[in-house]
């Protein structure tokens, strides 16, 4: 079924029409239904973005919706992705001065290395692919400074991916694509009000599903947990393709699992699978709520799958804490060199895997390396993950009045921490435990446990032995008259 729905930059005032498009009004209409019919065919929708024009009569179907969203943030299904790199390779190869090809190739790449965990093969194309645009067309070329940009932001390089985003900015500054860019830079460099702004403008600049995904995540990075819920509820539901909504619906699942609420995450991260198989994210979350409930056996066959398609560091570390909870270490070792391998094998595509190969080697390998790996990670991106780990790391090595620092960093809302996150509150609360600060390190105890009561097959019960070995606060009398 070859269809092409086409969608309205719903901002402005007056939208500029691809050659041969419907009428807004028809193309809102259509939406649904052709998005229903497409899912049952096992197609894609196909978007067409303001100023963007369709290849007609010329790409196979998949390509123009895979085209969209690697240059929207709108997630593609892997079939589509692979079509469209299939046919951008055939065109730079004849064409090899069409820079926007080039563009969107590279673009593909990366969205294809992001879902495939393949960054050593497809990070390096992503990178000539998109300089080789640059080169081709040095100037009036936002959609390959996106593209870097966006390449940066998935090897976790978020200075480069700033500066890239920047320069986009300041060339095309009316184009929203490049706001989700600068929003994940700013975010994992630690400045936070400077990501919000960036979501205000998004917020002006366009509205749909996307948008409110994006929105859904910076509001959970500020502790607006209601907000998040909502906004991903609404993306879920406005979504035009099978693959767009898994996405939205597996990111609701993750903010279901922060919450402790283990079915309704599962919910979530089933429906996600169903609508798209090859959503390994959505398979690990399975994985990680299966666990909670108490039903090992389909945790550890849904995680094996996981890491079997999309071998990512970190699921490898939360299937080999799940076998090490249960006793077999021998299966967990496996998995912790699985992790060892993969950051190796990562670096060869522009990837930093410090901060997972941190939080590792705080918990099952070399504290001390632990630390100076994230100590370096903190110089290059102060971000609150980092804070997190390293604080975690300190302690483990011994330095709990450092580890401290970077703990508060990471929890208080006057330095920027004001996620609400189980694993950041455990930390800190061990870390103050070991500085014999008992009742902080009570309340954070127990603020772990209340967000999330499952959040680690290992460290939540460590968390709850803890807590019972600090003892009920003491009774202290009222101060006197």
């Known amino acids: 079924m070859e269809s092409v729905v086409q969608k309205e930059k719903i901002t402005a005032p007056a939208p500029q029409e691809c050659p041969g498009r419907a009428p807004w009004y028809r193309r809102r209409l259509l939406v649904g239904s052709l998005a229903g019919a497409l899912a049952l065919a096992g197609g894609v929708v196909v978007l067409c973005l303001p100023g963007e024009r369709a290849d007609r009569g010329t790409a196979p179907a998949p390509a123009p919706g895979a085209r969209a969203a690697v240059g929207s943030g ?29 563009a969107v190739l590279g673009a593909a790449y990366v969205e294809r290395g992001r879902r495939t965990a393949d960054a050593a093969l497809l990070y390096p194309k992503a990178e000539r692919a998109l300089r080789t645009s640059l080169k081709v067309r040095p100037k009036d070329n936002a959609d390959a400074l ?5 390449l940066a932001n998935a090897r976790r390089d978020f200075r480069a991916a700033l500066a890239w985003a920047e320069a986009a900015r300041k060339l095309a500054p009316a184009r ?31 509205s749909g599903p996307a948008v409110l995904a994006r929105a859904a995540e910076v509001y959970w990075d500020r502790g ?65 709520a299966l666990a ?54 990562d670096a060869a595509g522009g990837v930093d895997g410090e901060l997972v190969l941190g939080l590792f080697e705080a918990d099952h390998g070399d504290p001390a390396s632990a630390v100076r790996r994230l100590r370096a990670e903190w110089r290059r991106q102060p971000g609150i993950a980092v804070a997190d780990a390293l604080g975690w790391a300190l302690h483990r090595a011994g330095n709990d009045k450092e580890a401290l620092k970077y703990a508060a960093i990471a929890t208080d809302r006057e330095h920027g921490g004001a996620v609400l996150s189980a694993p950041y509150a455990y930390h800190r609360g061990m870390i103050e435990r070991g500085l014999k600060r008992t009742a902080p390190a009570r309340r954070r105890l127990q603020e772990a446990l209340r967000l999330n009561p499952y959040f680690s097959p290992l460290h939540a019960p460590a968390a709850r032995a803890a807590l019972a070995a600090l003892g009920e606060p003491r009774d202290v009398p009222p101060p006197g008259p």
């Open 224 to 288: 607006r947990r209601e907000d998040a819920q909502a906004a991903l509820a609404d993306a879920a539901a406005g979504a035009s393709s099978p693959a767009e909504q898994a996405a939205w619906l597996e990111r609701a699942g993750q903010l279901a699992w922060e919450r402790g609420e283990r079915e309704s995450a599962l919910r979530h991260f089933r429906a996600a699978v169903r609508l798209d198989p090859d959503l390994r994210a959505a398979q690990a979350g399975q994985g990680r």
């Open 74 to 102: 709108v997630p593609a299904a892997l079939p589509g992705l692979a079509v469209l790199i299939d046919e951008g390779e055939r065109r730079v190869r004849r064409q090899p001065r069409d820079a926007g090809a080039w």
């Open 146 to 150: 996106r593209g870097l940009a966006a």
């Open 292 to 345: 909670a409930l108490g039903r090992t056996s389909e945790a550890l066959t849904v995680y094996r799958v996981a890491l079997a398609k999309q071998p990512l560091p970190r699921y490898a570390l939360e299937l080999g804490e799940l076998y090490e909870s249960l006793g077999l270490s021998r299966p967990a070792r496996a998995q912790y060199d699985l992790l060892r391998r993969r950051v190796r094998e």
């Open 176 to 206: 929203w694509t490049t706001y989700p860019q600068l929003i994940d830079a700013y975010t994992g460099l630690g400045d936070y009000k400077k990501a919000d702004r960036a979501l205000e403008r998004l917020v002006e600049l366009r």
